[in-house]
C-alpha cells in the first residue's frame, strides 16, 4: 500500500523548495497531501503544491473552521509520516507550547505518526536560546529534526539556518518510514493470537440491593487487555463491574457473579490461545439469593450462609488442550509458596503473584510488584513497575509458552 506523507509548509522562502521535495516524492510513489499556512500561500500558490502533489491542499485562507474539526483529525490519523519543512521559529515555538491555532498546528497536535521538522530562518533566529530551547524540547518529545545547513541565506547573511536539501530531505522522510515499519513489525509481535483476560470483582447477591465484593479496581486486567492489544492480539477481556473506560479495540463483556463469569470465559475458552484471569473471582456468594429486600429481624445477630463458587481457573485447568494459562495471586504472606501449589492444582503454566498488603502493589494503584512464578519453578521478581509495564512483562513470559 502506498504510504502517505502529509506535508506542513510555512512561510519562508524555502517554500520554494518544498515542491521539488514533493515532485520527488511523487516520483517515489507516496501519496501525499499538503497543509499550507496563510503565509506560506504568500510565496507560493497552493495550486502549485496541488499540481505537483496531485492532491488537494488545505489552506487557511479561507474562513472555514467548522472543517478543521474533521479534516485535520482525518489528515493526521491517514498520514504515516508528517513533515513541516520549511518550518518557521513560529510554528517550531507552537508547537512546543501546545499552541493550535491553525489547521496546521492542530494537525500536528492530532498526529501519532513520527513528525519530521526541517527548520529554515536567519542565522541569528536560528541560534535565538528560545529557539534551541523549543528544539530540545521537541527532541526530548520524539520529534525529529533534520538540521539546517550553513551557507548563503535569503538575506545575505552567511550562517547556518538554511533549510536542508530537497534530496536530504526526502532520504530522511524514507528513512523515518522505513524504521517505522519495522517497529510496527516487532512490535505486532501477538498478532494472530487470541487473547482471553478477566478483569475486575465479581458481585454475589445477597438481595436485589446488597451483594459481596472486593476492592478490585480492574486496571490491572485491562492493563494486560490494552497492552495486547496494542501487540496485534485480539482480545477478549471479560470484566466484572468496574470504573475504568474500555480500552481501543478490545471486546469487552460484563458480567456480574463467578458463575456468569464462569459461563463466559468458557464460551471463549476454545478461541482462546491464553487466558490470564486477573479477576479478583469472590471465592464464596451467599446461598440463596432473596428476590425480595432481607428484612431486619428482632435479633442482634444475623447469619449469611456462603457457598463455593466454582473455581474457573481449575476448571480451565481440567479441560486445557492448547491454552497458555496463567492465574493471578493477591496474597499476604507465603506468596511462592501458596503459588506454587495453585499452579500444581490449577494446571497453569505461571502464576503472578503480589503482595497486596505491599505499597505500591495490589487493587487500586497504577503501580504494581509481582513475582512470576513459573511450573518449571522460574521465578522472576518483577519490582515496582506500571500495571501496563507489567501486562508487557506477562505477555512476554505467555509468548514463551504458546505451542
Ligand atoms: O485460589 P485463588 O483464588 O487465590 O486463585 C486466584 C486465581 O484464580 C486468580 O487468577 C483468579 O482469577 C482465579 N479464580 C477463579 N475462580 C475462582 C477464584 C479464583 O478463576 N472462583
Given at each position: 500500500?502506498?504510504?502517505?506523507?502529509?506535508?506542513?509548509?510555512?512561510?519562508?522562502?524555502?517554500?520554494?523548495?518544498?515542491?521539488?521535495?514533493?515532485?520527488?516524492?511523487?516520483?517515489?510513489?507516496?501519496?501525499?497531501?499538503?497543509?499550507?499556512?496563510?503565509?506560506?500561500?504568500?510565496?507560493?500558490?497552493?495550486?502549485?503544491?496541488?499540481?505537483?502533489?496531485?492532491?488537494?491542499?488545505?489552506?487557511?485562507?479561507?474562513?472555514?473552521?467548522?472543517?478543521?474539526?474533521?479534516?485535520?483529525?482525518?489528515?493526521?490519523?491517514?498520514?504515516?509520516?508528517?513533515?513541516?519543512?520549511?518550518?518557521?521559529?513560529?510554528?517550531?515555538?507552537?508547537?512546543?507550547?501546545?499552541?493550535?491555532?491553525?489547521?496546521?498546528?492542530?494537525?500536528?497536535?492530532?498526529?501519532?505518526?513520527?513528525?519530521?521538522?526541517?527548520?529554515?530562518?536567519?542565522?541569528?533566529?536560528?541560534?535565538?536560546?528560545?529557539?534551541?530551547?523549543?528544539?530540545?524540547?521537541?527532541?526530548?518529545?520524539?520529534?525529529?529534526?533534520?538540521?539546517?545547513?550553513?551557507?548563503?541565506?535569503?538575506?545575505?547573511?552567511?550562517?547556518?539556518?538554511?533549510?536542508?536539501?530537497?534530496?536530504?530531505?526526502?532520504?530522511?522522510?524514507?528513512?523515518?518510514?522505513?524504521?517505522?515499519?519495522?517497529?510496527?513489525?516487532?512490535?505486532?509481535?501477538?498478532?494472530?493470537?487470541?487473547?482471553?483476560?478477566?478483569?475486575?470483582?465479581?458481585?454475589?447477591?445477597?438481595?436485589?440491593?446488597?451483594?459481596?465484593?472486593?476492592?478490585?479496581?480492574?486496571?490491572?486486567?485491562?492493563?494486560?487487555?490494552?497492552?495486547?492489544?496494542?501487540?496485534?492480539?485480539?482480545?477478549?477481556?471479560?470484566?466484572?463491574?468496574?470504573?475504568?473506560?474500555?480500552?481501543?479495540?478490545?471486546?469487552?463483556?460484563?458480567?456480574?457473579?463467578?458463575?456468569?463469569?464462569?459461563?463466559?470465559?468458557?464460551?471463549?475458552?476454545?478461541?482462546?490461545?491464553?487466558?490470564?484471569?486477573?479477576?479478583?473471582?469472590?471465592?464464596?456468594?451467599?446461598?440463596?439469593?432473596?428476590?425480595?429486600?432481607?428484612?431486619?429481624?428482632?435479633?442482634?445477630?444475623?447469619?449469611?450462609?456462603?457457598?463455593?463458587?466454582?473455581?474457573?481457573?481449575?476448571?480451565?485447568?481440567?479441560?486445557?488442550?492448547?491454552?497458555v494459562?496463567v492465574?493471578?495471586?493477591?496474597?499476604?504472606?507465603?506468596?511462592v509458596?501458596?503459588a506454587m501449589?495453585?499452579i500444581a492444582?490449577?494446571?497453569l503454566d505461571f502464576i503472578v503473584a503480589?503482595?497486596?498488603?505491599?505499597?505500591?502493589?495490589?487493587?487500586?494503584?497504577?503501580?504494581?510488584?509481582a513475582t512470576i512464578i513459573e511450573a518449571n519453578g522460574q521465578i522472576t521478581e518483577t519490582?515496582?513497575?506500571?500495571?501496563?509495564?507489567?501486562?508487557?512483562a506477562i505477555?512476554d513470559k505467555v509468548k514463551c509458552y504458546?505451542?
Amino acid at each position: 500500500m502506498k504510504k502517505h506523507v502529509l506535508i506542513g509548509v510555512t512561510g519562508g522562502i524555502a517554500v520554494y523548495k518544498i515542491l521539488d521535495v514533493e515532485s520527488k516524492l511523487r516520483k517515489l510513489g507516496y501519496e501525499m497531501n499538503t497543509i499550507m499556512t496563510k503565509n506560506a500561500c504568500e510565496f507560493v500558490q497552493p495550486m502549485a503544491f496541488q499540481t505537483i502533489s496531485n492532491n488537494y491542499v488545505v489552506t487557511d485562507t479561507f474562513e472555514r473552521p467548522h472543517k478543521w474539526e474533521v479534516e485535520h483529525i482525518s489528515l493526521a490519523k491517514k498520514a504515516d509520516i508528517m513533515l513541516i519543512a520549511p518550518a518557521t521559529a513560529n510554528v517550531i515555538g507552537k508547537i512546543a507550547h501546545g499552541i493550535a491555532d491553525d489547521m496546521l498546528t492542530t494537525t500536528v497536535m492530532a498526529a501519532k505518526c513520527p513528525v519530521v521538522i526541517a527548520p529554515a530562518m536567519n542565522t541569528a533566529m536560528y541560534e535565538n536560546e528560545i529557539v534551541q530551547e523549543n528544539i530540545a524540547y521537541l527532541k526530548s518529545k520524539g520529534y525529529l529534526f533534520i538540521e539546517p545547513v550553513s551557507g548563503m541565506l535569503a538575506c545575505g547573511d552567511v550562517g547556518s539556518g538554511k533549510l536542508a536539501s530537497p534530496d536530504e530531505i526526502v532520504a530522511f522522510v524514507e528513512k523515518t518510514i522505513e524504521e517505522s515499519l519495522v517497529k510496527e513489525e516487532i512490535s505486532q509481535d501477538l498478532k494472530g493470537r487470541h487473547i482471553l483476560v478477566t478483569a475486575g470483582p465479581t458481585v454475589e447477591a445477597i438481595d436485589p440491593f446488597r451483594y459481596i465484593t472486593n476492592h478490585s479496581s480492574g486496571k490491572q486486567g485491562y492493563a494486560i487487555a490494552e497492552s495486547a492489544v496494542k501487540r496485534g492480539a485480539e482480545v477478549v477481556l471479560v470484566s466484572g463491574p468496574v470504573q475504568i473506560p474500555a480500552p481501543e479495540g478490545v471486546k469487552v463483556v460484563t458480567v456480574k457473579s463467578a458463575r456468569d463469569m464462569y459461563e463466559v470465559v468458557h464460551e471463549y475458552f476454545n478461541w482462546s490461545d491464553a487466558v490470564i484471569k486477573a479477576a479478583a473471582v469472590a471465592d464464596y456468594r451467599p446461598r440463596v439469593e432473596s428476590q425480595h429486600k432481607v428484612k431486619k429481624t428482632g435479633l442482634d445477630d444475623m447469619t449469611l450462609e456462603l457457598v463455593r463458587n466454582p473455581d474457573i481457573l481449575q476448571s480451565l485447568g481440567e479441560i486445557k488442550s492448547h491454552q497458555v494459562l496463567v492465574g493471578f495471586a493477591a496474597e499476604t504472606d507465603n506468596v511462592v509458596e501458596y503459588a506454587m501449589q495453585k499452579i500444581a492444582k490449577k494446571h497453569l503454566d505461571f502464576i503472578v503473584a503480589n503482595n497486596i498488603a505491599q505499597q505500591g502493589a495490589g487493587f487500586k494503584g497504577d503501580t504494581n510488584i509481582a513475582t512470576i512464578i513459573e511450573a518449571n519453578g522460574q521465578i522472576t521478581e518483577t519490582g515496582q513497575m506500571s500495571k501496563h509495564a507489567l501486562g508487557d512483562a506477562i505477555l512476554d513470559k505467555v509468548k514463551c509458552y504458546f505451542k
